[in-house]
């Protein structure tokens, strides 16, 4: 994104900042206009894409500041 906008004089990434800008745009539209509701099918990709990316962000810091393991802890079980 920051590198189509430092080459916008070239008309190539200007069309790529474009369309770029309305994925993230639909995303994002997506996410805080239907909170909680089913998405339309043509935004499930953009808002996917940008939840799955934002949550491995958030979650990489949170693992590098030691706050939250990557393992998962056996739940009680009663015996059967």
């Not at 206009?33 to 935004?43: D, E, H, K, Y």
Request: glycine share 8%.
């Amino acid at each position: 994104f920051l590198g189509n906008i430092l080459l916008i004089s070239d008309v190539w990434y200007a069309r790529l900042l474009f369309i770029q800008t309305l994925f993230y745009l639909t995303a994002a539209i997506g996410l805080w206009v239907f909170q909680g509701a089913s998405l339309p099918r043509w935004m499930r990709l953009p808002s996917m894409f940008v939840s799955m990316n934002a949550a491995l962000f958030f979650g990489f810091f949170r693992w590098i500041k030691g706050i939250q393991h990557g393992t998962w802890k056996r739940t009680e079980r009663t015996a059967t």
